[in-house]
């Protein structure tokens, strides 16, 4: 587990998020799945806790993802373009 951990850890230092990103979870699911030996779904909610970009609740969208014989339903976040966010700063 702490290997897996470790593993995931130095993944996301080096993840570069797109912006903008309308579904941060899925964009991570599509990527993690690949990068992280013995991925399963619950490893998306570690991993956006490593991220380092201010990221967006949509509290009324859902999206749901399949992985293995498991579903996780949640609620959309995502990440905007830094010329948007510095925008409604103005």
């Known amino acids: 587990m702490e290997r897996k ?52 609740a949509n509290a009324t969208k859902k999206n749901t993802i399949e992985h293995d014989g498991w579903s996780y339903t949640y609620h959309v976040r995502s990440i905007e373009d830094d010329s948007i966010t510095e925008a409604k700063r103005a």
């Open 5 to 56: 951990r470790r593993e995931l850890f130095r993944i996301m230092n080096s993840y570069e998020a797109p912006k903008p990103c309308p579904d941060i979870i899925l964009t991570l699911h599509s990527y993690l799945k690949d990068a992280l030996s013995e991925y399963e779904l619950p490893d998306i909610v570690e991993a956006i806790t490593g991220l380092n970009e201010p990221v967006h």
